[in-house]
């Protein structure tokens, strides 16, 4: 192999990248000049993708943790001819498909979102269990590897302990992961913050880690022979690179790792711009150029690729011929497609807490829609994801016949997995915990949002009923906290995350049903560690009631004529309401209006006539949330009130705090005559 060749195409990622952040005044050379040694390696020798179909579902995928190294990302991908020069020269612009931290953009060979440091490559591990999944449903022709560049950034970033631990643990020889470690971060060197022995870390793990020099192309190659030829095990190359590789002063001198290049332009870090552009064989004046035997080089690696994809997918087509049935569900698989489901079928049972209901839902998922994986951070019999769990098995090292990832303690963790699963495709990733550690989770939860990811959250324990085990685990202003989210749109202009809060156990099924058929944004359900009772049937059945909740409320109870008051809640506080009612119309003969609201978010989208049928603007308005108030106070109205929590929950049985804390029908009951006091005795 050539390596003036490939020491002049990293050259060339060098200048691109030193010129991408000199052009946009803002940005970060230094890690991707240090980054291109490999990252050009990986491209032009390793990395199988089609050019032309850069979404070919077979490609190998590569997963950058550092957003912050996108220039290094979109110079390659100029290379291999995904970007144009204008493109890259409007890096960090307004609309440029070149954003300061990638964004996810398959088309444009872009797999993940990055900028939050280890998140990325926790992704990385998400899609390399998706391959293995699906290789092992449909067979190892459609194999591929997962690479990842993390930085001294992610190494340190918590996320780390967990993907580690778990590719480790699940034995993934399909992922590689290259270290750039150039003993450089933002504020300091690493030696100020770090002694640890990152190899010695990774081994304990069961990685198979090799130490390189990050900068010399023939040690990259082997590095990544070895590494592709590993089985059994993941791979972690640290790569020990220069920050600013290529750098020099006015004078001539090197200015190399220096961590004023992490993120400015080099020339207002100190170096010379003009004379670095020089000496790495570009023009000062008109750097956006790929030099003349870099872009016949990669002509023929282009060509290589192309060749590579067309033989697997003649490979691809033979398999479907011999294997139809296989072929169509890979295919529905991959198109996001739903089998037929009945959830009428399922059968809830009474007054169940939701949570429970929810693990019956899973069960009878589980086996029909075949490729959900369901995952759960050490608290599978609680948050219910046991019911998916009891008709399938956990994976296991070597082993991904199963549908159940154990993940361990780890919320933060499996949540970007499921972001990895999810880029990956092919794959309707669901994930439970208790909702009090969403917070643990908040992270990715945004990044799915952000790259309108169909993540499904299960997050059980999701009042202070939770009880004896006290505030700790109660969530209060959780609830407002997700919901925030319902209030932002994606940059498709749509909402960008459903959170649902059913009000019983059928309501618990229609949510399912709605988080399934949510194929563009990821989809919450906040449900109830205790029992609760039933919602009334009005119509011809509590299934097609509940089916009302597909517009985020609906009417659960509604006496004759113009209802004196409208009862507002969701989830669990919906049948609280329901016995203040009966009080306050046996007690004083009012007309109540009880309303279901699982998504304000949602709710808010129906048309405006459907909403005031359901919320009247001139009836006064009573909410109950066992959350902030802030929760409701959307839905009531400025003339509505509120009955919340506006503090940490208590350690108590929970039936003890509900009559403290004031969720109860009586206190309903008093609450609502209050208020309609206080506005009759308005002036
Ligand atoms: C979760 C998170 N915390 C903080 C940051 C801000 N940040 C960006 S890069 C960086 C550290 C950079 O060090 P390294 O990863 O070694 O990159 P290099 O300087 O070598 O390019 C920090 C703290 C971030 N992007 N994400
Ligand atoms: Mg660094």
Not at 47 to 71: E, I, Q, V
Not at 322 to 335: E, V, Y
Not at 431 to 445: E, L, N, Q, R
Request: charged share 25%; proline share 5%; with cysteine.
């Amino acid at each position: 192999m050539n390596d003036s060749i490939a020491s002049k195409a990293a050259d060339n990622i060098r200048v691109l990248s030193a010129a991408m952040v000199e052009n946009a005044k803002s940005g970060h050379p230094g890690g991707a000049m240090g980054g291109a040694d490999f990252i050009n390696i990986l491209y032009s020798e390793f990395l199988h993708f089609d050019p032309d179909d850069m979404a070919w579902p077979n490609r190998d995928r590569f997963f950058l943790d550092p957003g912050h190294m996108s220039p290094m990302l979109y110079a390659i991908l100029t290379l291999t001819g995904a970007y144009s020069m204008e493109d890259i020269m409007n890096f960090r612009q307004w609309k440029s498909p070149t954003p300061g931290h990638p964004e996810l953009n398959v088309q444009r060979g872009v797999e993940n979102t990055s900028g939050p440091l280890g998140q990325g490559h926790a992704m990385a591990v998400g899609a390399a269990i998706a391959e293995r999944f699906l290789a092992t449903r449909f067979g190892e022709w459609m194999a591929h590897k997962t690479y990842t560049l993390i930085s001294d950034g992610g190494i340190q970033e918590e996320i780390s302990q967990g993907a580690g631990r778990l590719a480790g643990f699940l034995g993934l020889g399909n992922l590689i992961m290259f270290y750039d470690s150039n003993d450089i971060q933002l504020s300091t060197g690493t030696n100020e913050v770090t002694c640890e022995d990152t190899a010695k870390k990774y081994e304990a793990w069961g990685w198979k880690v090799t130490t390189i020099d990050g900068n010399n192309p023939e040690e990259i190659r082997k590095a990544l022979k070895e590494a592709n030829e590993v089985s059994g095990k993941p791979s972690l190359i640290i790569g020990r690179t220069i920050m600013g590789k290529g750098c020099i002063t006015e004078e001539g001198k090197p200015f190399e790792k220096q961590s004023s290049t992490h993120g400015m332009p080099i020339s207002k870090a100190g170096a010379s711009y003009s004379k670095t552009i020089e000496k790495l064989g570009g023009d000062p004046e008109d750097p956006f150029h790929i030099f003349p035997e870099v872009k016949e080089y990669f002509v023929n690696i282009l060509e290589e690729k192309r060749k590579f994809a067309g033989a697997k997918k003649e490979e691809q087509k033979k398999w479907e011929s011999q294997n139809p049935g296989l072929a169509k569900k890979r295919n529905d698989f991959l198109a996001g497609h739903l089998p037929e489901i009945d959830f009428r079928e399922i059968i809830q049972k009474e007054n169940a807490p939701t949570r429970g209901a929810s693990g019956t839902v899973l069960g009878f998922l589980a086996g029909r829609v075949e490729n959900m994986i369901v995952a759960s951070a050490d608290l599978s019999n609680s948050d219910k994801t046991d019911g998916f769990l009891a008709k399938t098995k956990a994976f296991k090292r070597g082993d991904f016949t199963g549908s159940f990832l154990q993940a361990g303690v780890s919320e933060l963790t499996m949540a970007a997995l499921m972001n990895g699963l999810a880029a990956h495709g092919g794959i309707i990733p669901v994930c439970g915990t208790f909702f009090v550690f969403s917070d643990y989770m908040k992270p990715a939860v945004r990044l799915a949002a952000l790259m309108e990811l169909p993540v499904k959250y299960i997050w059980s324990h999701d009042a202070f009923r939770v009880g004896e085990d006290g505030p700790t685990h109660q969530p209060v202003e959780q609830e407002a906290q997700i919901r925030l989210l319902e209030k932002m749109k994606n940059h498709s202009g749509k909402r960008c995350f459903l959170a649902l809060r059913p009000a019983d156990a059928t309501e618990t099924t229609i949510a399912w049903k709605m988080a399934l058929a949510n194929k563009e944004a990821p989809t919450a359900l906040l449900l109830s560690r205790q029992a609760v009772n039933d919602l009334p049937v009005n119509g011809s059945s509590r299934f097609e009631d509940a089916l009302q909740a597909e517009k985020g409320a609906y009417i659960v109870q509604k006496d004759e004529g113009e209802p004196d008051v409208v009862l507002v809640a969701s989830g669990s506080e919906v049948a609280t309401l329901l016995y203040g009612a009966k009080i306050l119309r046996d007690k004083k003969g009012l007309k109540v209006q009880i309303v279901s609201a699982i998504s304000e978010g949602l709710f808010r989208e129906q048309p405006g006539d459907y909403q005031k049928k359901v919320i009247p603007e001139e009836v006064p308005v009573f909410g109950l949330t066992a959350g902030l108030p802030v929760t409701m106070q959307g839905l009531v109205g400025p003339k509505g009130i509120t009955w919340g929590l506006e503090s940490f929950g208590f350690s108590a049985p929970y039936k003890v705090l509900d009559e403290k804390l004031g969720f109860t029908g009586e206190n309903v009951y008093e609450q609502v005559m209050k208020y309609l006091k206080a506005i009759k005795e308005k002036p």
